[in-house]
């Protein structure tokens, strides 16, 4: 069965330094997301992406992040300066929205911890 | 604005026990409605689904949902509970905002009590 694929499965990273994570959707989607979830709490909406461009982003998604989908197959989150608060769970989905199914697909996360 | 409730962050039931998770939503558009379950350290597996097809929708591992509009609800139910239904369950919420963005609820653990 096609699956997400997340690398890395966790990141340490020190305070003010550049992050990407890597996420492969399945082929035949085309939406992608990203998610995160801070320990212990629920897991929040970031950014979605569609035909090469941000569809929707929340608050979150302030000026320290980007996405972009640098070829045919993998879907990157960037965060420039990483911030104490950044820790936390991302996981990356993808849907292909067709007319019987919005099911979004969740890659298995990547843990992002910022010292 | 879309929103979900879900009543209860902890719900223990004894093993074969009924099990009932409450799940409330808000959408201004008919809805797409999901429960997810997350096991510790692991990412959101799919539950089920309901997408305005039937209101008793049934998923995996014997779960299953019912949409019910007049109540803004879609409570998650498993007849009898098993040890390895241990776990965070998180209901969702999504429709076409132009980029189907999912909205969760702030989840519930249930503990199973052999």
């Known amino acids: 069965e096609p699956e997400v694929t997340q690398t890395p499965s966790h990141q340490v990273t020190q305070m003010g330094q550049e992050v990407i994570l890597r996420c492969v959707p399945i082929?035949?989607?085309?939406?992608f997301y990203w998610y995160r979830q801070i320990l212990g709490q629920k897991v929040e909406f970031l950014v979605s992406?569609?035909?090469?461009?941000?569809?929707?982003k929340s608050e979150i998604f302030d000026d320290q992040f980007s996405v972009e989908r640098p070829d045919g197959s993998n879907f990157t989150l960037k965060i420039r300066s990483t911030k104490l608060e950044d820790s936390a769970m991302y996981f990356c989905?993808?849907?292909?929205?067709?007319?019987?199914?919005?099911?979004?697909?969740f890659g298995p996360g990547t843990r992002l911890t910022v010292t | 604005a879309q929103s979900v409730t879900q009543l209860g962050s902890h719900v223990s039931v004894s093993e074969g026990a009924l099990v009932l998770l409450r799940c409330n939503y808000s959408?201004?558009?008919?809805?797409?409605l999901f429960w997810y379950v997350q096991y510790p350290n692991q990412g959101l597996q799919l539950l089920l689904k309901?997408?305005?097809?039937?209101?008793l929708v049934k998923g995996i591992n014997g779960f299953e949902a019912e949409f019910k509009k007049s109540e803004t609800s879609f409570h998650l139910t498993k007849p009898s509970a098993h040890m390895s239904d241990a776990a965070e369950y998180f209901c969702?919420?999504?429709?076409?905002?132009?980029?189907?963005?999912?909205?969760f609820g702030a989840g519930t653990r249930l503990f199973v009590k052999a």
């Open positions: 969702a919420v999504s429709h076409n905002t132009g980029g189907f963005k999912t909205i």
């Open positions: 989905a993808s849907s292909e929205i067709s007319p019987s199914s919005y099911e979004q697909y």
């Open positions: 959408s201004s558009v008919p809805p797409y």
């Open positions: 082929s035949n989607h085309l939406y």
């Open positions: 992406f569609y035909n090469n461009e941000i569809s929707e």
């Open positions: 309901y997408t305005s097809a039937a209101t």
